[in-house]
């Protein structure tokens, strides 16, 4: 016997609006959020745009110490994720947490913490002055994991990569576990932000990244003869 599967609840946090309402008005009016990047100098890339998240404050919803915990992506999952709890009116505490689970996906996680750690240690004398938060917050799944111990969850957890399918594919594990009543309430989407000198410089030597930079708006033409390659972007969603 197989389970019918609903969502009860949605989080964005976009390029194109920090919020599910801001993020569905601007994509219907056919709004980009592929601009200049503002996160490094880009004098010297090939491709100087990207999909950045405008106008997010960590300190709006972290401490400084979940700031030093946490890399970008991880923090990108945690609002949307509470985005779409409170969308859902999710009380846990009312609900079997054995029964509830995480299943995220991020195709680079923290890519920006290990990109900042490995500068830091090679311009450095060879003294290994690591963070302890650098594994943790490097891990792909340890979005996932944050996720369940912030709302006390214990059920299944676990982040699936399937590189830039990886959030399809959580999503469909997740309904799967719903489905075949291996859970009763699943917490799933994505999130990246790989906005950074590695994950830019790395995609455009692979020929992937276009190189449509006076007009970044309109680069992003996947179906399109003259499609030159893909945008990258950050930001995460949650149902």
Sequence with gaps: MTRRVVVTGIGALSPIGNDVDTFWSNMVAGKSGATPISKFDTSKFKTTFACELKDFD???????????????????????V???????????????????GVIWGSGNGGIQTFQDQMIEYCEGDGTPRFTPFFIPRILVDIASGIISIKYGLRGVNFCPVSACATSNTAIIE??????????????????????????????????????????????????????????????????
């Design 82 to 100: 509470d985005q779409a709890v409170k969308d859902g009116n999710i009380d846990f505490e009312q609900l079997n947490k054995d029964r509830i």
């Design 58 to 80: 960590p300190k709006a919803h972290f401490d400084v110490k979940e700031i030093r915990k946490y890399d970008p992506f991880s923090q990108y999952a945690l609002v949307a």
């Design 174 to 239: 997740a309904f799967n576990y719903i489905k075949w009543g291996k859970a009763n309430m699943v917490i799933t989407g994505g999130s990246e932000a790989a906005i950074t000198q590695s994950a830019i410089g790395g995609f455009s030597s692979a020929q992937a990244l276009s190189k449509r930079n006076d007009e970044p708006e309109k680069a992003s033409r996947p179906f399109d003869v003259d499609r030159d390659g893909f945008v990258m972007g950050e930001g995460a969603g949650a149902l």
